[in-house]
């Protein structure tokens, strides 16, 4: 049978791993992660041109360290190991790993022994990343040194035989400077995928697939303003139409106009109608009193399924409930399944389906989140929709601290408007992962004109990420701070002071719920 065009990563718990798919996709071919104990039989049914063993934390001498269930190395198809992978070959194939003779971390210069597709393309003294304490000390049998760095002799190995390649640096990450060629190389010329995963055929593909699957039945699609689930109420209508339902409900927690802009981008750019609930009072209702953040999360989510439940009734041909889940929300991959306690109860409509007897729909499994704003650009949404920041599902409830109330919300959205206003004339706002303001339930002493002030103060909080797990808070530029500050101060009753956040998470969170 003929082998599909696309790439399988075994995940062994490297903080890289998502970065080789992302390298090989936009090198045109598809690749996915999997855990590091993925059976046999899966890999069968999935037939890929090509393996990936991703680095990882641990030592293959270490008790419990992960190794494949199967053989891989029986498959047939290249195998590529990167650090921990390499190091994997070698023990399992004979080589010898030690475990400190050359740690290395950092930049090095990569010198190659022996010009091969590999490294097709690749100048000499190219610079790449190293992170390793264990290292290959001796290779096995039938392979050969392909390159090496002053500290590593041994950096770069293949076996055109048993067509295994495997490299101790870590093409995947920025630093390497010719990694995605050689990621590049590895897929094209070496497992001789083909150019074909690219957002143009993802759209094409994926509104076939959606037809299909829902035939002549119907979907309801909850928009929540963010860009996940626009893109994919737009993608769902360019694939059934009218058979789509788009239900979004006003908590009255969103930002200033936030669901007035919503209705009428739909309407004017894709002529799609959605259903408006507007659930100001019954969520405000709920959240009377509370003050404890988890509280008022998991108070936000109950109310949003009770009001979405009660709406999607009326679409009784209903069968399909469509959700924006992206990529790093499904892989099984180990780095993310790890044991870890609840910081804060995401706000989702998880578990809805079953409840609903609804089947899920999630055109996005396979993306990340820049790749669907690419499909958005490709469907035709604005870029200034396209690239927003990131917002919460339980909305301005969390950036409220403590209780909430109609004047809070309205003071909140006035000073969000202005920070977010000035950031982008700025020219600033796509370079800030997110940024928005907070409001403090604290007062403070001030002076206005001649007249003593007792007002609220609030946050202004912007950072740096890639995905959200990390952050670092961004240095603004204080010129752009003075203005916002000023600005807020001037125009929003009921705050007289602004500061600005400087943590970075960990220890902190992005959001201060
Ligand atoms: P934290 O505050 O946990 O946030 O550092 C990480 C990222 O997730 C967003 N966030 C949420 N997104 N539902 C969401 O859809 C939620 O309940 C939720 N809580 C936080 C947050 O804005 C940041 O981008």
Known sequence: MQANEKIVILDFGSQYTQLIARKIRESGVFAEIYPYNIEKSKIDVIRPKGLILSGGPSSVYAEGAPHPVFNVFELGIPVLGICYGLQYIAHKLGGEVDKAAHREFGRAELIIDKHN??????????????????????????????????????????????????????????????????????????????????????????????????????????????????????????????????????????????????????????????????????????????????????????????????????????????????????????????????????????????KMGLKLIEPFRELFKDEVRAVGRELGVPEWFVNRHPFPGPGLGIRILG???????????????????????????????????????????GVMGDERTYENACVLRAVSSVDGMTADWYPMPYDLLAKVSNRIINEVPGINRVVFDITSKPPGTIEWE
């Open 117 to 354: 597709l590999l490294f097709k393309d690749i100048p000499d003294n190219s610079i790449v990343w190293m992170s390793h304490g264990d290292s290959l000390t001796k290779i096995p049998d039938g392979f050969e040194i392909t390159a090496h760095t002053k500290n590593a002799p041994i950096c770069a190995i293949r076996s055109l035989e048993k067509k295994i390649w495997g490299v101790q640096f870590h093409p995947e990450v920025h630093h390497s400077e010719d990694g995605t060629q050689i990621l590049k190389n590895f897929v094209r010329e070496i497992c001789g995928c083909k150019e074909n995963w690219d957002t143009h055929s993802f759209v094409e593909n994926a509104i076939e697939e959606i037809k299909e699957k829902v035939g002549d039945k119907e979907v309801i699609c909850a928009l929540s303003g963010g860009v996940d689930s626009t893109v994919l109420a737009v993608l769902l209508h360019k694939a059934i139409g009218d058979k789509l339902h788009c239900i979004h409900i006003d908590t009255g927690l969103m930002r200033l106009n936030e669901s007035e802009e919503l209705i009428r981008l739909f309407k004017e750019s894709f002529n799609i109608s959605i259903e408006l609930i507007d659930g100001s009072e019954y969520f405000l209702n709920g959240l009377k009193n509370v003050t404890d953040p988890e509280q008022k999360r998991k108070i936000i989510g109950k109310s949003f399924i009770h009001l979405f439940e009660i709406a999607a009734k009326r679409f009784n041909n209903a069968e399909w409930l469509a959700q924006g889940t992206l990529y790093p929300d499904v892989i099984e991959s180990v780095s993310v399944k790890g044991p870890s306690v609840v910081i804060k109860t995401h706000h989702n409509v998880g578990g809805l389906p079953e």
């Open 403 to 445: 209780e909430i109330s109609v004047e809070k919300i309205q003071t909140l959205q006035k000073a969000d408007a202005i920070y977010t206003e000035e950031i982008r004339k700025a020219g600033m706002y796509d370079k800030i992962w997110q940024a928005f303001v907070a409001l403090l339930p604290v007062k403070s002493v």
